[in-house]
């Protein structure tokens, strides 16, 4: 079997497996890598400074995102070079850190800003209604 083929069965199968275990985590029925991924773009202006893997983290769930889509939607094949597996070690990590309440949404629910108690603005709550 072509190494590429192997790599990518298996991120996907990790992929599948960790999407499952976002959504358990998240309370949510499906779409765990997406709601992790909402709910931590929620939260941008808040924590982006405060929180240094913030940006990198929803920069490499939306990488890996895009990655699974290409392979499920057959829009790439399985031969073909898509990533290494940095990806699925990564997935692992980040499942460990919320194991450990060490993940980036965890922390965050940690912080205390003044600003995260503070009511949302008119112009904010309309925003919030296209979201």
């Known amino acids: ?5 192997i790599t990518n069965e298996n991120f996907y199968d990790e992929y599948c497996f960790f999407d499952d275990y976002l959504a358990d985590y ?19 202006y808040e924590v982006k400074d405060v929180l240094p893997e913030w940006m990198p ?3 490499r769930l939306e990488k890996i995102k895009a990655r699974f889509e290409s392979l499920d939607n057959a829009q790439v094949s399985f031969d073909d070079f898509q990533g290494k597996d940095e990806d699925v070690v990564w997935m692992r990590i980040l499942m460990e850190k ?3 309440g060490a993940d980036p949404l965890a922390k965050y629910s940690k912080l205390k800003f003044t600003f995260k108690k503070r009511k949302k603005s008119l112009l904010q709550r ?6």
């Open 1 to 5: 079997m072509h190494k590429n083929r």
């Open 26 to 44: 998240l309370n949510v029925d499906e779409n765990g890598v997406t709601e992790y991924i909402k709910r931590m773009k929620e939260a941008i």
């Open 57 to 59: 983290s929803i920069a």
């Open 98 to 100: 919320i194991e450990a």
């Open 126 to 131: 309309f925003f919030s209604l296209f979201n």
